[in-house]
T-cell receptor, first 115, second 113 residues
Framework: AQSVTQLDSQVPVFEEAPVELRCNYS??????LFWYVQYPNQGLQLLLK??????LVKGINGFEAEFNKSQTSFHLRKPSVHISDTAEYFC?????????????FGKGTKLSVKP | KAGVTQTPRYLIKTRGQQVTLSCSPI?????VSWYQQTPGQGLQFLFE???????NKGNFPGRFSGRQFSNSRSEMNVSTLELGDSALYLC????????????FGQGTRLTVV
């Protein structure tokens, strides 16, 4: 079975400061990794994903994430946040090689950017 | 290109009633997945359909069911509603059954009173 742990439920940060949202996963098989963002009263939007290749992936809105297989982590970073980045962020995995193709989500991290 | 459309956006039902939610995927997408989002349990997978066949099902009681039509539109049904079924129900569509590029709708907010 797979599980995803987002280590911080809430992260307050000032505008233009850097931010890191942490994500660890547990899986007996290899996984694809994702970060999604959810704005209030909206669905989920894909920020970035790691399928294979370079372990540093860049996404939309200036976000990037690094896959670390030995630490089973996929932390999300942004060097300078804006007020508009205030949202909830979800880390997710899909195990590959099997029949299960659904996303398995972490509990989410609420990013609050203050002026 | 239109996104994933879920209807209705908001719904209020009484305990014991049943409800049907609808999801129209992005044109050309054949995979539709449903998720339940609550403050306590987070995002939980309900089921996935690909080309009208249920490919995968999450750990939910039999009161939760779904189907997919030949045009890839999907519906989910919840019978004998309970207060705990109050949630945001999200639908996601993908071109293939790998779901590595899933697009989500805005969701249906169901409130059971």
């Amino acid at each position: 079975a797979q599980s995803v742990t987002q280590l911080d439920s809430q992260v307050p940060v000032f505008e233009e400061a850097p931010v890191e949202l942490r994500c660890n996963y547990s899986s007996s098989v290899s996984v694809y990794l994702f970060w999604y963002v959810q704005y209030p009263n909206q669905g989920l939007q894909l920020l970035l994903k790691y399928l294979s290749g370079s372990t540093l992936v860049k996404g939309i809105n200036g976000f990037e994430a690094e896959f670390n297989k030995s630490q089973t982590s996929f932390h999300l970073r942004k060097p300078s946040v804006h007020i508009s980045d205030t949202a909830e962020y979800f880390c997710a995995v899909i195990p590959y090689g099997g029949s299960q193709g659904n996303l398995i989500f972490g509990k989410g991290t609420k990013l609050s950017v203050k002026p | 290109k239109a996104g994933v459309t879920q209807t209705p956006r908001y719904l209020i039902k009484t305990r014991g009633q049943q409800v049907t939610l609808s999801c129209s995927p992005i044109s050309g997408h054949r995979s539709v997945s449903w998720y339940q989002q609550t403050p306590g349990q987070g995002l939980q997978f309900l089921f996935e359909y690909f080309s009208e066949t249920q490919r995968n099902k999450g750990n939910f009681p039999g009161r939760f069911s779904g189907r997919q039509f030949s045009n890839s539109r999907s519906e989910m049904n919840v019978s004998t509603l309970e207060l705990g079924d109050s949630a945001l129900y999200l639908c996601a569509s993908s071109f293939n059954n790998l779901n590595t590029e899933a697009f989500f709708g805005q969701g249906t907010r169901l409130t059971v009173v």
